[in-house]
């Protein structure tokens, strides 16, 4: 069975970094594509990063620069490491990944940066 479990989520104060990590279990993740998104208050969920299989990587405009997405292929990890955090990155981060045409999302996690 396919599990993604995200940690790594705090509060923080403006312009601070975390690190978030996802473990995947059930199956190997090596050839699938991994993502994070997140979902503040009241909006709707965006995505934030993505890597493929191959090592290829795509951000959000708001995130440049500062968000770094990674994998440890070996461990089916995936990171988000994410420094000079803003107030507007405050949200719930989720990892998700399409495997074998059936999409997961693990439980969340919660990044609340205060000003």
């Known amino acids: 069975q396919v599990q993604l479990v995200e940690s790594g989520g705090g509060l923080v104060q403006a312009g601070g970094a975390l690190r978030l990590s996802c473990a995947a279990s059930?199956?190997?993740?090596?050839?699938?594509?991994m993502a994070w998104y997140r979902q503040a208050p009241g909006k709707q969920r965006e995505l934030v990063a993505t890597?493929?299989?191959?090592?290829?990587?795509n951000y959000a405009e708001n995130v440049k620069g500062r968000f770094t997405i990674s994998r440890d292929y070996a461990k089916n990890m995936v990171y988000l490491q994410m420094n000079s955090l803003k107030p507007d990155d405050t949200a719930v981060y989720y990892c998700?990944?399409?495997?074998?045409?059936?999409?997961?999302w693990g439980q969340g996690t919660q990044v609340t940066v205060s000003s």
């Open positions: 998700n990944t399409v495997h074998v045409w059936q999409e997961y």
């Open positions: 059930g199956s190997s993740f090596r050839s699938d594509a």
């Open positions: 890597m493929t299989g191959g090592g290829r990587t």
